[in-house]
């Protein structure tokens, strides 16, 4: 069994800077030494027990077969004559959030900032989670999440790290498991366990916490990518690893019960998207939309049929000022918010608009920008982050939710010949959206402000439009493979009055499209979509709580079989 030992001065200093936040009850570190042991036979047989019990297919259990016939699991445990040295490879860790005191979606958005301050870079983010407390129940509602990240950090130079943001955001001494601004904890360190007087990685509570391994297995995807994630799923000591557990803690279904939802900050609120599909009523500002171009030329014009919407049912107002339609001429940022900040101004002062939010249609960051500040609650991006550089970095500032929507080119070019080639379009739409989404989660975008739209209507043919409304849950399974969490996002559909519809019902006039768009819109509700952009609100709105009620008795029927 190989040893590695790491120096004195570097665990010195982690052990100082420990000291000052460790409880009474801590005694003083003891010195570790780290055993690396390779996998055993009856080790390395119970990993491929564990990916087989997770349903891969061949050729990803022959992979992370290679994984586990290189791979070796550690194990840091304390020893009174050896030494440590300084940790210099990057490791790939997992760190639960918690926090039920003050603003708590902001008390997550600093613990994050001071992470990356401390050399904890953030490279996944879960879905964020309302529970309530647990132990001691006479306290506030908790927000819940986790992230995994890569560091330098030693193990007690995380913990150290760790306890400085806490205290650095109001964090004292007090009743265990009671109130707090903010609770960081290591839930995995490389493929470590770790053992200390202070320190316990897994801990070995996590396996009962729901509110834990919920955004743990968020964390994760169906496919096993590295040997460190399979050594994570050994750990949970479950032939299926972490999804097993999950299973047999409730799983899915515990979501929107048992005191845990998964929910979205939006607006100073937390919004739970899966209580029932959500109406986007459509308001157009330009002169050339396809379907309403000119129709509200004035601020009054745009206001009334503001009041017309939200009378009608709607839940969310998307006010455009750029037409996205194939072959618009694109506009500047000065004349796209010229045309829109006088409307929202308006609309935002509306006594009506309470309890209901605006989200702006750009691809503009200075729009976007502009447009948060002046009131909006999110900003809807058709390019999702590809025609402005800059709109991934600026939305990680802005803190509202934001709606990657897949696409190919621009508005000139999305038609084209090219951009129309598919060879299975759920498939390549999931893959292409997902780089977007890990690229605006790479800019600092949390997880739990993304909404996906799987571009209904930009860059298809009228038969993909076809297979994306009735293909949403597999849309969901491929994106799985890589995120749940982003696999569970809300799912954002617009096929109001759109040139398919028209193609297909022989409806080449667009106000003549309804009747297509409550039928596609029932699709899309049906296979699991969470929002809807329509033009037409009222008879829209009927069918999306019809299709409400459908999905709500069958999931009461199936409730009943279980």
Known sequence: MAEIKYGDKRKEAADQSLKAYQCNSFNKPERWHISLKSFSKTEASAQMGILKCLGLPRHQVFTAKKYLNVSSFSCLHTAQNSSVEAHSQDEDVVIALGSNVGNRVHNFKEALKMMKKSGIQVTRHACLYETAPAYITDQPCFINSAVRAVTKLGPHELLAALKRIEKNLGRTDGIRYGPRPIDLDILFYGKYKVRSDILNIPHERIWERPFVIAPLVDLLGSAIDNDTVASWHSFSSHSGGLFELWEKLGGESLIGQEGICRVMPVANSLLDWSLRTSVMGILNLTPDSFSDGGNFPSVESAVSQVRLMISEGADIIDIGAQSTRPKASRISVEEELSRLIPVLEAVKSMPELEGKLISVDTFYSDVASEAVSRGA???????????????????????????????????????????????????????????????????????????????????????????????????????????????????????????????????PSAVERDPATIASITAGVLAGANIVRVHNVKDNCDAVKLCDAILKRKRSAMESRQ
């Open 377 to 507: 609650h999110l900003i809807n991006d058709v390019s999702a982050g590809q025609l402005d550089p800059n709109m991934f970095k600026v939305i990680a500032d802005l803190d509202v939710p934001y709606v990657a929507m897949h696409t190919r080119g621009d508005p000139c070019t999305m038609q084209s010949s090219e951009n129309l080639k598919y060879d299975d379009v759920c498939k390549k739409v999931s893959s292409e959206l997902y780089s977007r989404v890990r690229q605006a989660e790479l800019s600092g975008i949390p997880a739990w402000r993304i909404i996906i739209d799987p571009g209904i209507g930009f860059s298809k043919k009228p038969e993909y439009n076809l297979d994306i409304l009735t293909g949403l849950p597999a849309i969901r399974a491929e994106i799985a493979k890589s995120s749940f969490a982003i696999s569970r996002a809300p799912i954002l559909i617009g096929p109001s009055r759109k040139r398919f519809l028209g193609d297909i019902c022989s409806r």
